[in-house]
């Protein structure tokens, strides 16, 4: 089973900075891909960006150039640089921990908030 804690959010001015961690407890962290999504009232949960094992990173069109993914397996960590944030980057952001081999290992935080004020 792997826990995943989500930390760094809050309420930031447009064109502001944030930077979300992820901490992850359990499984095998190395090998996992791990993903940022985020979830605005009245809307369906969304890719942010995530990255897989070896590092490689996809992003929406709606923050490429201004968020970066990275992770820290050392620290069993995955983190989310934002910048120059809109008020429409307004939403909970969750963590996600997903590995597939034979079955789906799929796995979410409990989300952090995240507001931009315009």
């Known amino acids: 089973q792997v826990q995943l804690v989500e930390s760094g959010g809050g309420l930031v001015q447009a064109g502001g900075s944030l930077r979300l961690s992820c901490a992850a407890s359990?499984?095998?962290?190395?090998?996992?891909?791990m993903g940022w999504y985020r979830q605005a009232p009245g809307k369906q949960r969304e890719l942010v960006a995530t990255?897989?094992?070896?590092?490689?990173?996809n992003y929406a069109d709606s923050v490429k150039g201004r968020f970066t993914i990275s992770r820290d397996n050392a620290k069993n960590a995955v983190y989310l640089q934002m910048n120059s944030l809109k008020p429409e980057d307004t939403a909970v952001y969750y963590c996600?921990?997903?590995?597939?081999?034979?079955?789906?290992?799929?796995?979410w935080g409990q989300g952090t908030q995240v507001t931009v004020s315009s």
């Open positions: 996600n921990s997903y590995y597939a081999y034979i079955r789906v290992y799929d796995y």
């Open positions: 359990g499984g095998i962290f190395s090998r996992t891909r």
């Open positions: 990255i897989t094992s070896d590092g490689d990173t």
